[in-house]
C-alpha cells in the first residue's frame, strides 16, 4: 500500500480561521465519522489540525504568520492515509466536511518513501 497525504485548505481571517465555535460543534461529530470510516478500514496513519500561528523560514530569515494562497486561503490540517489506489483516496476526499466552505480544498499528495540503505 501506498501512503498519501491530504492538505485541507480554507480561507482565513486576518489572524486566525473563519470557523466560528459553533461551526467547529457542528462539524465535529461529521469529522470523527470521516476519519473513523477510514480508521475502521486500517488505512488511517495520522491526522491533526493544524494551529493557525506560523513562522515562515527562509534562507532570508523567518517571517511570522502563515503562508496564505490567493483569498486568505491556508492549510488548516492534514491527513495521511494508505491505500492501494489513488482512486480511492480521492473518493475519500469528495466527502471530507471541509468542502462545506466555499474556498475549500483537500489536496491529496502520494508520499515517496526514503529509501532505507
Known sequence: MKEYLLLFRNAS?????????QDM?????K???WIGSIAMQG??????????NASIVTNTGVAAGPHKEANSVLVSGYLICKSDNLE???????TCPILKYPESSVEVRPLVPFPIS
Open 25 to 29: 460543534n457542528e462539524d465535529m461529530p
Open 88 to 94: 480511492e483516496v480521492e473518493a475519500w476526499s469528495k
Open 43 to 52: 488505512k488511517l496513519v495520522h491526522t491533526a489540525p493544524i494551529e493557525y
Open 31 to 33: 469529522w470523527q465519522a
Open 13 to 21: 481571517g486576518e489572524n486566525g480561521y473563519l470557523a466560528t465555535t
